[in-house]
C-alpha cells in the first residue's frame, strides 16, 4: 500500500497479534462500522458492503482469496469475514472475506499468470461444465458479482487452455 496515494487511516489492517477466530471478529466488526455509516456502500440484493473494487489473485488450484475447493468456508451465507486453520497451503491459519461479499463487489478483478493456472483458468471460466465436478466447482467459478463485473487479467501462459484463443483474440480480450 506505500506504492499508493493513500492515508494510511484508511488501511484496515487485519490485526496479526490475535487469535485468527478474533482476528475474523475483530475485521467483520470493523466492516460493519463502515457499512453502518456508509463509507463503504450496502448492496441492494442483501446487507453486505457493496465494495467498489474486489481485486483477487487466483492458486493454482482454484483459490481465490483463503477460500480453498471443496472448503465449507465456501458455504458461508450470514458471515462477512471467516477465518480457517487447515488452509492447504500455507500459512495455515488464515482470514478471508467470505462469497457473498465478494460478489457483491461493484467490480472484481482476477488476476493469474503463469502456465500452472491455466487448467483452473479453464475450469474457472469454460461456458462447458465438461470435466467439472458440478457439486464442488472452483472457488473462482463461484465468483459470479450479483450485480458488478468481473474481469480476468491473464497472461498468454495462464490463457493457454482456452479453446479458439487465436493471438488476435487473445491481444483484444486480454491486453
Ligand atoms: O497464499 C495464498 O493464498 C497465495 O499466495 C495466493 O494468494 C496467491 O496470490 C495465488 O496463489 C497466486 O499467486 P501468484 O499469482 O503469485 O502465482
Not at 489473485?57 to 477465518?83: C, I, R
Not at 491455466?118 to 461456458?127: K, P
Not at 464442488?136 to 487479467?153: C, E, I, N, S, Y
Request: glycine share 4%; with cysteine.
Amino acid at each position: 500500500m506505500r506504492q499508493v496515494p493513500i492515508l494510511s487511516g484508511h488501511v484496515y489492517s487485519i490485526n496479526d497479534g490475535a487469535t485468527v477466530e478474533d482476528a475474523a471478529t475483530d475485521y467483520e466488526f470493523v466492516i460493519r462500522q463502515l457499512v453502518k455509516i456508509r463509507t463503504i456502500g450496502v448492496s441492494e440484493s442483501n446487507d453486505c458492503p457493496k465494495f467498489d473494487l474486489i481485486l483477487l489473485s487466483m492458486g493454482s488450484d482454484g483459490h481465490v482469496a483463503s477460500l480453498f475447493p471443496n472448503h465449507q468456508a465456501l458455504e458461508l451465507k450470514d458471515d462477512w469475514v471467516t477465518y480457517i486453520t487447515d488452509s492447504p497451503q500455507p500459512p495455515p491459519e488464515r482470514i478471508t472475506f467470505t462469497l457473498p461479499v465478494i460478489n457483491s463487489a461493484s467490480n472484481i478483478a482476477i488476476l493469474a499468470t503463469g502456465v500452472d493456472k491455466a487448467n483452473a483458468v479453464h475450469s474457472a471460466v469454460s461456458d462447458s461444465s465438461d470435466g467439472l465436478d458440478a457439486a464442488a466447482p472452483l472457488p473462482a467459478r463461484m465468483v459470479q458479482p450479483t450485480d458488478g463485473k468481473l474481469v480476468w487479467f491473464l497472461d498468454k501462459a495462464a490463457a493457454s487452455s482456452l479453446e479458439a484463443l487465436s493471438d488476435d483474440a487473445y491481444q483484444q480480450q486480454h491486453l
